[in-house]
T-cell receptor, first 119, second 113 residues
Framework: NAGVTQTPKFRILKIGQSMTLQCTQD?????MYWYRQDPGMGLKLIYY???????DKGEVPNGYNVSRSTTEDFPLRLELAAPSQTSVYFC??????????????????FGEGSRLTVL | AQSVTQLGSHVSVSEGALVLLRCNYS??????LFWYVQYPNQGLQLLLK??????LVKGINGFEAEFKKSETSFHLTKPSAHMSDAAEYFC???????????FGGGTRVLVKP
């Protein structure tokens, strides 16, 4: 009963390093999202995908990249890490509405988060 | 564009007392509205959602919320707080035809015995 799985759970990076946060879901959901959570700021959308091969920017995409080669996987790449990217990152997925392929149900299923510190 | 404002970043209630968490939204088109809960060191999970049907929505764990268009509000309530309700709560909005949620800043609930 895995749901949405994120790795790693914790990571410390030095300024300028790069890394990839992994996200995989086993629910066959078309929609996937990456959010970052900062204290008092709620969640901000970084990137999202409406299906394999299709990605789009959210509110705060600068400094990040994504790809979606399969339905299951949606990795988030950080290039040239900066202290401003210190945050908790959440991956989420959402199923399509029944009979409507270009809209999801609105219910997001979240992973447990990845805490990243950039020093 | 849509936005959500949650009044009060922290709320303290006594066990057995009413829980009231406030959420106001801004949207130029009919919105869908959501409440999510986050327990410590976990991801968010859906409490309830409004999708233009009944304005009073019941969710899990005894929570409910009422959509009031005239007040652009979607406040979350629970008649009697339990210790297990201690968590952070997030209100979120999206366009009815959209696929992206916009979250509020969150309200952390502390339940006192």
């Amino acid at each position: 009963n895995a749901g949405v799985t994120q790795t790693p759970k914790f990571r410390i990076l030095k300024i300028g390093q790069s890394m990839t946060l992994q996200c995989t879901q086993d629910m066959n959901h078309n929609y996937m999202y990456w959010y970052r959570q900062d204290p008092g700021m709620g969640l901000k959308l970084i990137y999202y995908s409406v299906g394999a091969g299709i990605t789009d920017k959210g509110e705060v995409p600068n400094g990040y990249n994504v790809s979606r080669s399969t339905t299951e996987d949606f990795p988030l790449r950080l290039e040239l890490a900066a202290p401003s990217q210190t945050s908790v990152y959440f991956c989420a997925s959402s199923p399509s509405r029944s009979g409507i392929t270009n809209q999801n149900t609105g219910e997001l299923f979240f992973g447990e988060g990845s805490r990243l510190t950039v020093l | 564009a849509q936005s959500v404002t949650q009044l009060g970043s922290h709320v303290s209630v006594s066990e057995g007392a009413l829980v009231l968490l406030r959420c106001n939204y801004s949207s130029s088109v009919p919105p869908y509205l959501f409440w999510y809960v986050q327990y410590p060191n976990q991801g968010l999970q859906l409490l309830l959602k409004y999708t233009s049907a009944a304005t009073l929505v019941k969710g899990i764990n005894g929570f409910e919320a009422e959509f009031k268009k005239s007040e652009t509000s979607f406040h979350l309530t629970k008649p009697s707080a339990h210790m297990s309700d201690a968590a952070e709560y997030f209100c979120a909005v999206r366009r009815a035809a959209g696929n992206k949620l916009t979250f509020g800043g969150g309200t952390r609930v502390l339940v006192k015995p």
